[in-house]
């Protein structure tokens, strides 16, 4: 059938997999959610037996774990345990080595990745932290070349949340359940009454894939489907951030209790930030061979948690927990918007399940401002 | 300046560290091409005197000996670099410090007067000034080769102190506290082993010491919460780190508590 940006049809499993097969001898690298040690995590796949079948997660701040469903949905979590980051913005990244010939210096940049990948099964709100990383690293006056390189390369399938967890927040930051844009396809699983995807075109690529794949036009019942369990999503969400006047309030109560409080409870160990699907923040460290004739220009994740972060020339300019909890919270909601045009949070709930002592940030992002009682 | 010449010392230690150099085995070659090594017993009994331009020092003080020895090498050395967690917080032994040192002599040696021992171990920037301390137990290879390399060029070594939860994201690990419930000393631990334990489905223990900002208090708040006794937490804390603040505060907290 004719595909074109907008156009949805259906898969059934056996169409899926075809579509998966397809990226992968269109050169693709499938990257897609598996189940391993306890968790959904990001991993290289060859197909759909790779995908984590039956299995449904229950996040809470500070906790984590799979648990069985009822039914063999493969996309019947939230999100994974890590986000889509490393992907584009790896966590180590040689960017030159430099020879000494002689009295000369030989700069050769590092070698770039040579397969591109295909995301399969983003989340909506995953989908919306790449565009948040989009205006930071590719689209902004100073762009990453290699952000930008492996970005344009990737193939993205994205698929639409029916299942949000306890620490989900999208629809707060209407970055979801359901995927409005930044996508090649967009599927929607459904279950009943026979294991299928509504698959949305959002893309040319994805127009030329799915071609190819013999998918069915889609009716108004998958259609409606798929609208009633996105919307029933939206109706589950764990958490709600309640964004009016939040810039105002968190950059006009600077100095307010709250701060001194969050910073008593949080151990500084910046998982919240790793765990960040859009959190970029990087570090350049210099290393050198033993001889002194071969030096390494590497970047590595960095976290303003860290307290190094923010060293210059005499010291840390935030050298307290406080400093640094309420530079992230700030930045993430309220000055992000000043600098990039939007808020550099997603709702994805990770830096609540995967803080190691449960700090959630939509209560502390709630209190500061309140009147002490 | 000609080759420089690099002396390892040993104080009281398992020799793991130093075993470190050894065991750069295919470094090795470029070590012995970059500096002359002239004291080194571990490796060979030929040594030549100082002055040294690097001294590597291994183990804490725990003897009136050493503790005049420790002098010795800071005389004869433009730098020290001490290495591991006895160089750099006493120890395993710095359990000593908490305890009745002479009732442990009596309930280890069967003749403890032939021991002439401190009641403490202490690390070696307790007693000289040291250049710079590299952490764990035991260190990491790579890290020593980074800190050997960097004191040739005159620079500071790119040696993070952060927590070993960065290592341990980067890594793309599964947390093991929130996934699996797990007590881990991640989050407030010195980074540098690349999260070695979690990456096996281990709890973390410690083994670089504190990180620049640990706040163990807070960490341990919530293992209580999550039903982790308090005696196991004072073991968790009372490791090769003992000594090390904010380790030893946060553990004596928990001290014969039930």
Not at chain 1, 234 to 251: F, H, P, S, Y
Not at chain 2, 94 to 116: C, K, S, T
């Amino acid at each position: 059938m004719q595909c074109s940006p907008g156009s949805q049809s259906v898969l059934d499993a056996g169409g899926f997999e075809r579509l998966l097969a397809l990226l992968r001898s269109d050169g693709f690298v499938l990257v897609g959610p598996i189940a391993r040690d306890g968790a959904i995590q990001l991993s290289a796949i060859t197909g759909i037996e790779d995908l984590p079948r039956g299995v449904g997660d229950e996040q809470s701040p500070g906790r984590y774990r799979l648990r069985p469903r009822e039914d063999d949905a493969l996309f019947g979590w939230a999100v994974p345990s890590q986000p889509w980051k490393k992907q584009f913005l790896p966590s180590r990244l040689d960017l030159v080595h430099i020879r000494r010939k002689g009295s000369a210096l030989e700069v050769e940049p590092a070698a770039a990745e040579a397969n591109p990948i295909a995301i399969i099964g983003a989340r909506p709100c995953e989908v919306a932290a790449m565009r948040v990383q989009d205006g930071v690293l590719r689209d902004g006056p100073h762009p990453d070349s290699d952000y930008a390189a492996r970005r344009e390369a990737a193939f993205v399938l994205a698929v639409n949340c029916g299942t949000p967890s306890g620490t989900c927040f999208c629809v707060s930051m209407d970055t979801g359940p359901r995927a409005k844009a930044g996508f090649d396809l967009a599927a929607t699983e459904l279950m009943e009454p026979n294991h299928r995807f509504l698959i949305e075109v959002g893309s040319d690529a994805g127009a030329r894939v799915l071609e190819r794949v013999a998918a069915t036009p889609a009716t108004d019942g998958d259609i409606a489907a798929a609208a009633d369990l996105v919307a029933g999503a939206a109706q589950k969400m764990g958490r709600a951030l309640d964004n009016k006047g939040l810039t105002e309030r968190l950059l006009g109560n600077l100095e307010h209790p709250r701060w001194d409080d969050v910073a008593e409870r949080c151990v500084g160990c910046g998982n919240c930030t790793l765990a960040c699907p859009t959190c970029f923040c990087t570090n350049v460290e210099d290393s050198s061979n033993l001889g002194g004739d071969v030096a390494t220009r590497t970047r590595t994740w960095d976290s303003c948690f860290a307290l190094d972060f923010a060293y210059i020339h005499g010291g840390s300019v935030r050298p307290t927990l406080r400093a640094r909890y309420r530079q992230w919270l700030t930045h993430k909601l309220a000055t992000w918007v000043e600098q990039f045009g939007t808020s550099g949070c997603v709702g994805c709930g990770r830096c609540i399940t995967w803080c190691p002592v449960g700090i959630d940030l939509t209560v502390e992002a709630g209190a500061v401002g309140e009147a002490r009682g | 300046m000609g080759r420089a010449r690099l002396a390892v010392w040993k104080f009281a230690s398992c020799d793991g560290c130093q075993l470190s150099l050894l065991d750069c085995e295919d470094e090795l070659l470029d070590i012995a091409g970059a500096v002359d090594i002239v004291h080194f017993l571990e490796a060979s009994s030929h040594v030549e005197p100082g002055p040294y331009d690097l001294s590597i020092v291994e183990g804490s003080v725990t003897t009136p000996k050493d503790a005049a020895r420790i002098q010795h090498v800071r005389e004869v050395s433009k730098a020290v670099v001490t290495i591991g967690a006895c160089a750099t917080a006493g120890g395993i032994q710095a359990l000593r410090n908490f305890a009745d040192h002479a009732e442990m002599m009596r309930a280890v040696y069967a003749n403890p007067q032939y021991i002439e021992t401190l009641a403490t171990s202490t690390p070696i920037a307790a007693h000289i000034p040291v250049d710079f301390e590299l952490r764990g137990c035991p260190i990491d290879k790579g890290q020593l080769l980074q800190v050997i390399g960097a004191f040739l060029l005159g620079r500071k070594p790119p040696i993070r102190s952060h927590s070993t939860c960065m290592e341990c994201k980067a890594r793309g690990n599964v947390c093991v506290t929130v996934a699996h419930g797990t007590p881990c000393l991640g989050p407030v631990t010195h980074a540098g082993c690349g999260a070695l334990c979690p990456t096996y489905h281990r709890g973390c223990y410690g083994c670089f010491g504190p990180s620049d900002a640990a706040r163990p208090a807070a960490l341990v708040r919530d293992l209580l919460e999550r039903g982790v006794e308090r005696p196991e937490l004072y073991r968790l804390l009372s490791n090769f780190n003992a000594a090390a603040e904010p380790f030893r505060t946060e553990a004596e907290r928990h001290d014969g508590q039930d």
